[in-house]
């Protein structure tokens, strides 16, 4: 079967001298011709490799014994087997198929992709040393890479076995005649091939092995290897997670421990082994040269450790993969690899090292040294090494780390008794390890966190752009050498493709835990980066010496010669590191499979009955676990569904597989069920056609497949550059939104008719350069604001100066005017001080007029403020305009922030007036004021049309935020949740335990907020790509999301991922809700329902279908359990059922609207009254029915200016109603709230410009709604 994965084993190769050259050099050591043993050439003996059994072997034997072995031939061979007759070690008789003395050849199956010509030198480094006395084991490891760089791991042992060989043809009693005293011993090497680096585990496995060799015949010795190469091959790889197989391989129990996730390695070899090598500082060296991609060579007596030291400095700097040759041993014969013109990482023998030093250098750029067995670092070209130090702040943190490491094992078991059993001390120690490789990594994963953390605040995800300058221009001076060098880097480029493709990895699950929660609030406002108050106190508290803003803001991508690049334009956020941030992982416990013992002789039937056992102990695991633990159980049916595949129950793997939907999606293995679904015979297809939920996975992986194959994403990263030709409309939008200026849509509309004023609708190139240039000097002239200490403390720690004018009069005395995102003050000459002129929200009148000079009018600002009674006045000259355009943006934008609670309004103002900055700096003409107006979008509208909030909305009306922050256009919000918070769930836990606003925008994104600050917890869980219907908090650790794409995602509270799906609806799912308890221990139980009628009812703790039935309807929208009966709620009627599915009543369009076009858009139980809601799409009434008698509406509610009802919630002893209707003549998102005793219009609120498609509750406190996508934003209202 085609790509169906392999066991543990890929091949096994045993690899030795020739007999004949054995033969040779025993003669002439009897004969005493050589007097110093010589180093033979190894050549392959014997390749072992799966299928070892096959079904047609079955059929062939016969009815004796059947043989252990049948391979099927199904690989090129191109290598010879020789065996001779005449001479073997241990002297048993060779046993050729024709009984005779000549030679007979045999087909090797080679292994695809595996090259046995350069593996007898990889078995043998050194080469291979004949013996005049028995050597110990010595074992090694390698590691194999093909083109598309795909690596196989092998485990080496070298062990030797006395040579001698027959004087004549008798033997006594089956033992060798000649002396000891003449006895030679050579070296055999057997290596054992894996897909997967299990290190330790195919080590401990050839140690089983050699126990068995080292008794036994030669003659036995094939068919020994043979026969473990076979077990091997049985043994499955375990999934992702916290499930480990152990198997038996006497005298030791064998462990393989699973990978942590799905896009890191299994771990099977001893990470502290660099620490016990290296210094913290040279690690961080060695790290580095990776980094910025040199040519490495480590160099070690012994072999072993090069390996083992490569392979853990690539999983230290994980998430980042190594992109060139990466070759850890290279034999003698291969020392020229090192001669190769580009990056690697290479590892060869100490005694190479003048050689390396000297001949390789001088042929190629310079070469990082590291000396394992010194623990030393050097270049090949000088004494020192010139490499750029890693970031200041990340290296301390590490070097903290480190420190506090507990690498040696026998310190943490002194107080320990010694077992007796080798199996209890091995697992004992391996427990020890485990928990060091976690620590370890969580060391290096937070040092390349540190390193890499604020990448993304750079990086342009619709265009895919990295914004490189922008970028080093951010980091400290000291840092700024080794970002150049990183940043031109394959290994880095490869890291920017996951970053934008949003992957959820270690490393930005990291970074996202390890975020402050100011961070996390800087990051909901859109404003332009600046240094706030907060870190300005910092910088001045610590001078350091600063370049001037002129050198600060050079470009490279300019055209200007590479300079200097300034200091940062704000802080790291890791200034300060937090020794204990992001380093507690919660362990999970790890469980065990222990496979059934291995079946003695390896024919097809016995194969058959392993997997077979093996079938029903992964079945009685499924049943004995417990129904919570879904994750476990996605392990088990993982694992069973792989056993089933290699035992031939194809369909059988694809139920199993299929589970994974309801236990843990991440780990679905795609390509696997792909190849099983391809490979479905006829009999087995029209099997499959019978049972539903295999037919429907067969289509759903059909057509993931193709729409994989058909979708052409280029996954290229561009760095920003800036544009060459003149830019119609969409190309500046594109190339505004890469720069990183801003990337709402309709500002850069704005933007393009102020840089087109008054000629052809283009950019011209070099006025975008222009502009680009004085937007990134305006960025470096904040960094360079030197702010009294007065003034320091009379600011808020999160302002920022954006604006500085020229030294000016002022009513006040000489100074310079400073605007912040709040407030104007002056920065008094002189005598430095600090004197505020007006806050934002407390103006009153801002115009423009002269004030005399001598015999001139200087032209003035003056600003008129409610807290003081003289007007504040300031001699802006030639900047007169462009300040009063800015402050009256400014002031405009603060009346519409406090009006609607929505700060996003003040933010977006900042910007205008940057902008009119810039363009009026860019342009440099007289029309360039004119121009900027085209800016002034909150001034503007509030002279064309006054913006009055009515008051009822105001009073009620607490605050608005916005979901679709960071896009490029607002996005509609078609469904909110509300779940409480957890009480005591500490910090420290997984999840914060706080209540949160869930939040489904287009295209599946969900977006996720902390109720308790309205903070953004993370961008976004990604839950399929259509839209979602309806959201349900099933209880406090997941929430189920019904999707257009007819799935049910469920969402973890805790990890905020999505790894379940319930997939047994077949149209699109429109309606969640829970299940009456009717009993305390009864089970819980959920209801959905799909548009064309179908319901289901789900056993919540198991996601096991209890029931389905199906009613017919006109799309059925909703449906709700209430007193023991279930409603549904479609567009053309409303039906109660019994819990059976059977109908019980069914309500159709009042009389009134019959003959409309209209439909049931919502409905509402109010049981406690024992009343029925409902509205209708298209009308701005609600009825109100007896649930007793429900013929028809006995209360018709009118809604004043409401067009129609979308969504309905009861609050309190409120009915809170979401629609659209008409406002000051124009068509709005309104909310009515009912009273629902008096069945009155009690308030009608006005706060969005579109449609209200959401409501929900927040504990009856607050109301939260949401509008479509013109206006995109949350509402939260208070409840009364």
């Known amino acids: 079967m085609a790509d169906i994965p392999s066991g543990l084993l890929e091949a096994c190769v045993v690899v030795g001298a020739a007999n004949e050259k054995l033969r040779e050099v025993h003669q002439s050591h009897q004969q005493g011709k050589i007097k110093e043993l010589p180093l033979l050439g190894a050549e392959v003996l014997q390749v072992h490799a ?7 072997s079955a059929s062939s034997e016969t009815h004796g014994h059947a043989p252990a072995f049948s391979r099927v031939q199904r690989r090129r061979s191109f290598i010879k087997k020789k065996k001779e007759r005449a001479g073997i070690a241990n002297g048993e008789t060779a046993k050729g198929s024709d009984g005779g003395g000549g030679t007979t050849t045999e087909d090797i199956s080679v292994p695809k992709d595996l090259d046995l010509i350069a593996l007898p030198q990889l078995c043998f480094p050194g080469g291979l040393q004949i013996a005049s006395e028995q050597r110990e084991d010595s074992y090694h490891y390698l590691v194999f890479t093909d083109v598309f760089g795909n690596r196989t791991h092998a485990v080496v042992v070298q062990y030797y076995r006395p040579i001698q060989f027959f004087q004549d043809v008798g033997h006594q009693n089956g033992h060798l005649s000649s002396s000891k005293s003449s006895r030679l011993y050579t070296a055999y090497g057997i290596c054992v091939i894996s897909k997967y680096p299990y290190y330790n585990a195919l080590r401990d496995c050839l140690s089983c092995l050699l126990t068995q060799l080292k008794p036994s015949w030669m003659g036995d010795f094939e068919e020994r290897v043979k026969e473990f190469s076979a077990k091997l091959a049985l043994v499955p790889i375990p999934p992702p997670g916290q499930l480990h197989v152990v198997f038996n391989l006497r005298p030791l129990q064998i462990g393989l421990p699973s990978r942590e996730d799905k896009d890191r390695p299994a771990i099977d070899l001893d990470l502290h082994l660099p620490f016990l090598c290296f210094r913290p500082r040279q690690l961080l060296q060695i790290i580095t040269s990776l980094l910025i991609e040199q040519r490495v060579v480590l ?9 083992l030291l490569a392979e853990s400095l690539m999983l230290f700097i994980h998430p980042l993969v190594w992109q060139h040759p990466f070759v850890p041993i290279l034999s003698r014969q291969m020392l020229d690899f090192l001669m190769a013109p580009t990056a690697y990482l290479m590892g060869c023998h100490l005694h190479h090292y003048e050689e390396v030093a000297a001949e390789v250098a001088a042929e190629t750029d310079d070469l990082i040294l590291v000396n394992i067995d010194d623990g030393t670092v050097s270049s090949s070209w000088s004494d020192g090494i010139d490499l750029p130090d890693v970031p200041l702040a990340a290296a301390e943190c590490f070097i903290k780390r480190v420190e506090g490491l507990q690498v040696h094992y026998d310190l943490e078991v002194c107080h320990l008794g010694d077992s007796t059993e080798v199996n209890a001390r091995r697992a004992q120690r391996k427990q020890w390890q485990s928990k060091l490789n976690t620590h370890i990594q969580n060391i290096t994963l937070e040092l390349i966190v540190n390193i890499f953390r604020e990448v993304h605040d750079h990086l342009n995800y619709e265009h895919r752009v990295f914004n490189s300058e922008e970028f080093l221009r951010s980091r400290e001076p000291a840092d700024q050498p080794f970002y150049k060098k990183v940043l031109d880097t394959h ?8 970053r934008l493709t949003r992957k959820m990895d270690a490393f930005t699950r990291m970074e996202l835990s390890t975020r402050t929660e100011a961070y996390r609030l800087r990051s909901m406002t859109e404003s ?29 991508n300019l055209g200007e010669s590479g300079g200097s690049l300034a200091g940062p334009l704000r802080q790291t956020s890791f200034k300060n590191i937090q020794v204990d941030s992001g380093m507690k992982s919660p362990q999970r ?10 079946p003695p002789p390896l024919a097809y039937h016995y194969v058959q009955n392993y997997y077979q056992e093996m079938i029903t102990l992964l079945g009685k695991a499924i049943s004995g676990a417990a129904s919570g633990d879904s994750s476990l159980l996605a392990r088990y049916h993982y694992l069973r569904g792989f056993v089933n595949t290699v035992a031939g129950k194809r369909l059988d793997a694809l139920e199993d597989f299929q589970n994974l939907y309801k236990t843990d999606t991440d780990i679905f293995p795609g390509e696997l069920v792909n190849a099983l679904v391809d490979s479905l015979q006829e009999g087995e297809q029209a099997l499959a056609d019978r049972r539903p939920e295999i037919k429907h996975l067969i ?3 059909k057509r993931d497949h193709e729409r994989e194959r058909a979708r052409h994403v280029d996954e290229g990263v561009k760095r920003f550059q800036l544009p060459k030709k003149h830019m119609q409309l969409e190309d500046f939008v594109r190339h505004v939104q890469e720069s990183g200026i801003v990337k709402d849509q309709g500002t850069i509309h704005r933007l393009f008719e102020a840089l087109t004023v008054g000629q052809q609708k283009q950019v011209d190139p070099e006025i975008f350069r222009v502009f680009y240039t004085f937007w990134k000097e305006t960025e470096a002239e904040a960094q360079e604001v030197a702010l009294p200490a007065s003034a320091l403390e009379h600011l808020e720690a999160n302002e920022c100066v954006f604006k500085l004018s020229s030294s000016v009069k002022t009513s006040h005395g000489v100074g310079k005017i400073a605007m912040t995102q709040r407030r104007l003050f002056l920065l008094t000459e002189g005598r430095p001080g600090y004197m505020e002129v007006t806050k934002f929200r407390d103006i009153e009148e801002v115009k423009i007029s002269s004030a005399p000079f001598l015999l001139l009018r200087i032209p003035s600002l003056k600003i008129k403020t409610t807290l003081r009674k003289e007007t504040f006045e300031v001699n802006l000259k030639s900047e007169v305009d462009l300040w009063h355009l800015m402050v009256k943006e400014m002031w405009a934008g603060r009346k519409m922030a406090d009006d609607h609670k929505d700060p996003q309004y003040m933010q977006q103002a900042l ?4 902008l009119m900055d810039a363009v009026v700096g860019c342009l440099q003409s007289q029309k360039a004021i004119f121009a900027a107006t085209k800016l002034a979008h909150f001034d503007r509208m509030k002279l064309e049309v006054p913006l009055m909030v009515p008051k009822s909305t105001s009073e009620t009306l607490k605050h608005k935020i916005n979901p679709s922050l960071g896009l490029t256009s607002p996005q509609a919000v078609d469904v909110l949740l509300y779940t409480p918070g957890q009480l005591g769930v500490s910090s420290d836990s997984e999840g914060d335990g706080n209540p949160k606003l869930w939040c489904a925008l287009s295209d599946g994104k969900v977006v996720v907020f902390d109720a308790a600050s309205w903070s953004m917890q993370q961008n976004q869980v990604q839950v399929g790509t259509s839209r979602v219907n309806c959201m349900l908090g099933v209880d406090r650790q997941q929430v189920w999301i019904g999707s257009q794409d007819s799935v049910i995602y469920i969402i973890s509270t805790r990890s905020m991922s999505c790894n379940k799906q319930l997939t047994d609806h077949r149209s699109e799912v429109t309606g969640l809700s829970l299940g009456e308890r009717s009993e305390k221990y009864s089970p819980k139980v959920a209801y959905s329902c799909s548009a064309e009628g179908a319901v289901i009812v789900w056993d919540v703790s198991t996601l096991q279908v209890r029931k389905q039935f199906r009613v017919s309807c006109d799309r059925l929208q909703s449906v709700q359990l209430c007193n023991g009966t279930l409603w549904c709620c479609a567009r053309d009627c409303i039906m109660e059922l019994w819990k059976n599915g059977m109908l019980h009543r069914k309500i159709s369009l009042p009389e009134q609207l019959c003959g409309s076009p209209t439909a049931f858009s919502s409905l509402l139980l109010y049981h406690e009254r024992e009343q029925l809601w409902t509205a209708c799409i298209d009308v701005g009434e609600l009825c109100v029915w007896h649930l007793r008698e429900p013929t028809k509406p006995f209360q018709r509610i009118q809604l004043p200016d409401c067009a129609g009802v979308t969504c309905l919630i009861k609050v309190k002893n409120q009915i809170w109603v979401g629609g659209r209707g008409w406002s000051s003549g124009k068509s709005r998102g309104k909310i009515y709230v009912v009273d629902a005793q008096r069945h009155t219009v009690e308030k009608e609120l006005v706060a969005h410009t579109d449609c209200v498609q959401a409501l929900c509750s927040a504990e009856d406190r607050y109301v939260l709604s949401g509008a479509a996508r013109e206006d995109g934003k949350i509402a939260i209202w208070k409840v009364e």
Request: aromatic letters at 12%; charged letters at 25%.
């Open 50 to 56: 799966p299928p070892f059994v096959t079904k047609e």
């Open 699 to 701: 289509s759903r992986v």
């Open 911 to 914: 910007t205008n007036a940057l």
């Open 491 to 498: 290994i880095f480029h490869s890291f920017l493709r996951d």
């Open 528 to 556: 332009p980066r600046r240094p706030t108050m907060q870190e300005l106190a910092r910088k001045y508290t610590s001078p350091e010496s600063r370049l001037s803003k002129r050198l600060g803001a050079s470009l490279p």
């Open 299 to 307: 160099l070690s007596c012994d072999w072993a450790r090069l390996t």
């Open 589 to 598: 416990p790890v469980r065990f499979f222990k496979l059934p013992e291995f």
